[in-house]
């Protein structure tokens, strides 16, 4: 008889647990950016929201999103990602200085020479599909950490 009382109360505690979980997601504390802006915590030893609310980083690693991915894969990985509660994509930008993306645009076709940077057609490309990265996950996952260069 006393198991029994103990697997009813366990249960009963898992009800209302789920019940709450559920009332919080609606209450939209399932998105972090809902509590302001991310900061370094007082003690500077975790990161933290501007109310207070510690910062819990989920991240799903894809280092060359952008440049092994199209548009539409892209768009799909993020939307999977997000559905499954990650709150944070890292990717690499350049994994290589003589990196290509998926349309064949190379990242660095002068290599370090940034001196004609602002010529039409040359570094717009492939910096266009870190671009869209970043504009798509806005609207879903909220927090990009970006590799600037692996080599």
């Given at each position: 008889?006393?198991?029994?009382?103990?697997?009813?109360?366990f249960?009963?505690?898992?009800?209302?647990?789920?019940?709450?979980?559920?009332?919080?997601?609606?209450?939209?504390?399932?998105?972090?950016?809902?509590?302001?802006?991310?900061?370094?915590?007082?003690?500077?030893?975790?990161?933290?929201?501007?109310?207070?609310?510690?910062?819990?980083?989920?991240?799903?690693?894809a280092?060359?999103?952008?440049?092994?991915?199209?548009?539409?894969?892209?768009?799909?990985?993020?939307?999977?990602?997000?559905?499954?509660?990650?709150?944070?994509?890292?990717?690499?930008?350049?994994?290589?200085?003589?990196?290509?993306?998926?349309y064949?645009?190379?990242?660095?076709?002068?290599?370090?020479?940034?001196?004609?940077?602002?010529?039409?057609?040359?570094?717009?490309?492939?910096?266009?599909?870190?671009?869209?990265?970043?504009?798509?996950?806005?609207?879903q996952?909220?927090?990009?950490?970006?590799?600037?260069?692996?080599?």
């Open positions: 008889m006393k198991k029994m009382k103990y697997k009813f109360l249960l009963i505690l898992i009800f209302a647990f789920s019940v709450e979980t559920v009332h919080a997601q609606e209450r939209g504390a399932r998105f972090p950016w809902n509590n302001g802006k991310l900061q370094v915590s007082e003690n500077r030893r975790f990161l933290q929201h501007e109310n207070g609310t510690p910062f819990f980083w989920l991240g799903e690693t280092w060359l999103l952008s440049s092994r991915l199209n548009r539409d894969e892209v768009g799909y990985f993020i939307g999977e990602t997000a559905k499954n509660g990650y709150n944070v994509i890292q990717i690499s930008i350049l994994h290589s200085l003589d990196m290509m993306n998926v064949g645009h190379q990242a660095l076709p002068k290599g370090f020479d940034f001196s004609d940077i602002d010529r039409e057609g040359e570094y717009n490309y492939y910096g266009a599909g870190n671009d869209w990265v970043l504009i798509i996950t806005d609207a996952v909220k927090y990009v950490e970006q590799l600037i260069i692996n080599n």
